[in-house]
DNA sequence: AAGAATATTGCATAAAAACGCATAATCGTG
DNA sequence: CACGATTATGCGTTTTTATGCAATATTCTT
């Protein structure tokens, strides 16, 4: 048997029962289970299929990657989180863009807040509805399934017309000389409307986006007036952030 | 059993029930309270669920009494999302209203269909980002937390603009001589605007809804097209319904 | 405040995985 | 064909992971 056909197989087999178990592999093709590891592992690699511990398994079709995301780095995202919490304030109207560092804020702000948040990830607007006192806004538009936000000439148009105290940027690379950069043009428009919107934009980016960079330039890092990342970060290059005058939270 | 499908089974049995038991887990899968303990504080730690005492409950209590209305009456409201399926084709732009109902139907599209749903629901748009072939459109406007659903000038607006296929439209009372009524006047006026946006409407209407009428009218009976309600209601108070020119699915 | 239920902790064990290495199969090339 | 090079596979060892058990601590109930 041909490690390709083996391959194959194991994808099917995947596909017909939703999970493969190493050691049954083993047995069913004769075959040691150090090459069905290796298997696995050359499909996991491949995208085609998950490995957890004893086997293989579908990726998750639930938005998978959303939820892979909300699972990296827990602890650093939460430490930015609860940071990010000291900049709320009763009364405010508070401008939350989509992201996983952005949902755990959502999810930790106190039930007793007052205060009117106005985003564009349709998963942050039904997170903010526990809240009992708080205005909640959702912008409309097409819905990007990678990063669960809406994006697109509406939802632009929508923030051009509003203003807001605070606004908590999810980020996905900053770099201190090329600025907040995005993958995909639509996002970067919104985002920047977003800037335009605030009085205040907090980012709010985990150390590995810092001195990143990705296609799309939303605005310089002077644009932005704080700077929430965790502890693992060192001075210096916070430093050259606080060059353009945010103010860096790091804990 | 693989450890992740536990977890799987964890968040969907959370997900349909709105809490989990660690003693009725262990019980249920025949495994040790403490690896269902330890699988409980990883999903919690990955932010999956809440921990508490005795098991795990879902973030928001929104998603959760969300939840438990998804269970009450089930099989009614399944077998009217089941006859709404057959509604639905590929190719199709549908428009669904918030409800339980309407997410009902919307967890149970399949994965293949190749669609766009426009929806006022933050919550279905959420549901319709798993289906890999579909766009998701979001309307945006003020959250109503009571329906999680947006509405408002800017909903309406936004559905004035757009012509759509098929509209599945969440009913609170249907009556045949006072026609389609909802106890919000802004959830009037954003079900009249889908009602014109669509070409066809369908209007999902558990049993219990037939009859009765609220403060504010969105529009009479012949407005719609379909009526899909359960097989509880008789023949005669359907034929009310049939008289306006509806077309009645009931099973 | 006491007792029951539930959680946490440390530890033991078995299964699974990774690693390094040896061997066999396959391939490309002159 | 022969030859070296690459690739695939298997074996023994070490490391990691998952799980259950016992002891202890915590939380809930009454």
Chains 1, 2 share one sequence.
Request: hydrophobic share 45%; with cysteine; charged share 20%.
């Amino acid at each position: 048997m041909l490690k390709e056909e083996r391959h194959q197989l194991i994808l099917d087999l995947l596909k017909n029962n939703g999970r493969v178990v190493a050691t049954d592999l083993s047995r069913k093709f004769e075959i040691s289970e150090d090459t069905i590891r290796r298997d696995l592992r050359e499909l996991a690699d491949a995208g085609q299929l998950v490995r957890v511990h004893g086997g293989g398994l579908p990726h998750s079709p639930a938005s998978a990657s959303f939820s892979e995301r909300l699972q990296q780095a827990p602890e650093a995202k939460k430490s930015i989180a609860r940071a990010a919490l000291q900049l709320i304030h009763d009364g405010q109207v508070i401008l939350i863009d989509g992201g996983t560092t952005n949902l755990l804020v959502t999810q930790q702000l106190p039930e007793s807040l007052r205060a009117t948040i106005i985003t564009n990830s349709p998963m942050i607007a039904v997170e903010a509805c526990r809240l009992t006192h708080v205005d909640v806004i959702q912008i409309g538009g097409r819905v990007y399934k990678e990063s669960l936000v809406t994006s697109g000439a509406v939802a632009v148009q929508a923030l051009q017309e509003m203003h807001v105290d605070l606004g908590l940027l999810g980020v996905c690379s900053l770099h201190p000389d090329l600025g907040i950069t995005v993958p995909d043009l639509e996002e970067a428009q919104v985002k920047r409307a977003m800037l335009q919107a605030a009085d205040q934009v907090a980012a709010l980016a985990s150390a590995e986006k810092l001195g990143t960079a990705a296609t799309h330039t939303v605005a310089p890092i002077s644009a932005l007036m704080y700077l929430i990342t965790d502890g693992s970060v060192s001075d210096e290059v916070l430093d050259s952030y606080r060059a353009s005058g945010v103010t860096v939270f790091s804990k």
